[in-house]
């Protein structure tokens, strides 16, 4: 048998696999992974002020469809349009229209939404920064990734449109899909999924209130349109969406 040759890189590549293995990012990540595939964890996350800014588009489409209503008498801006955002449908139809009796809110609201989620297939909104690569890295490391708003129908699927990519989000749900509040929802889209640990990432107080309400984690998403305290209500915050995978981190490994 020939004898065995001394190999000069053996002693440096056994050093490289020592720090590989004992480097704390390396051992985080090895441990989450692990972890993780012991239990079923979702990331759920709201859209507007979250993933993307759709006011502008929002507005012009809503007005260009009040020109048919002549008791409809009012310009929305996009200042009042971001104060909507996140309140369900009827709420918003209650905000814009107050001077109408509510069925007739409803009946202009309705051909509004409509006439939107058509409007942005052509005029989407701005996807914030990194969206689309986050929740590649998220779902490669192992996340579940879902959608939870308070939206009509068919706008959940005009964001998914924009962002271009397929796959990653699992499963969705709107407030047109049950008509119950964003709370019910997030508990629903749990439970159906069969996610043993949730957290959910928005950017309003009523989404805070709605996770707590459903009992699982938020994450405020501080670049959005909300004003929360997180220090206040002891959440973590991030500044970009890029942000998410390490607050992720330091959450589940805590």
């Not at 079923?40 to 469809?65: H, M």
């Not at 996340?143 to 499963?171: P, R, T």
Request: aromatic letters at 10%; a negative charge; proline letters at 4%.
């Amino acid at each position: 048998m020939p004898a065995r040759r001394n190999n000069p890189l053996e002693p440096f590549c056994t050093i490289i696999i020592y720090r590989r293995l004992l480097n704390p990012n390396h051992m985080r990540t090895a441990w989450r992974r692990r972890n993780m595939a012991k239990k079923k964890r979702g990331i759920l996350l709201d859209v507007d002020g979250t993933l993307w800014n759709a006011v502008d588009v929002i507005t012009d489409s809503w007005n260009e469809r009040l020109k048919e209503f002549p008791d409809v008498d009012r310009v929305i801006t996009p200042d009042q349009m971001q104060k909507c955002l996140g309140k369900t449908m009827f709420e918003i139809a209650d905000m814009l229209f107050p001077f109408l009796e509510v069925e007739r809110r409803r009946e202009v609201l309705d051909a509004a939404m409509r006439f939107e989620v058509e409007y942005m297939k052509s005029h989407p909104g701005r996807i914030y920064p990194q969206v689309a690569g986050t929740l590649r890295s998220l779902r490669d490391a192992g996340w579940h990734l879902y959608i939870v708003s308070n939206c009509q129908k068919g706008y959940i699927e005009d964001f998914l449109m924009a962002l271009g990519v397929d796959g990653l989000i699992e499963d969705h749900l709107c407030f047109e899909d049950t008509l119950q509040d964003k709370g019910s929802n997030i508990r629903l889209c749990v439970e159906r999924n069969g996610l043993d640990e949730a957290v959910y990432v928005g950017d309003t107080a009523g989404d805070l209130a709605a996770s707590r309400k459903a009992g699982c984690g938020f994450i405020y998403a501080g670049y959005g349109f909300g004003d929360i305290d997180a220090g206040k209500e002891q959440v973590p915050q991030i500044e970009s969406f890029s942000q998410l995978p390490g607050c992720l981190d330091e959450l589940f490994t805590e």
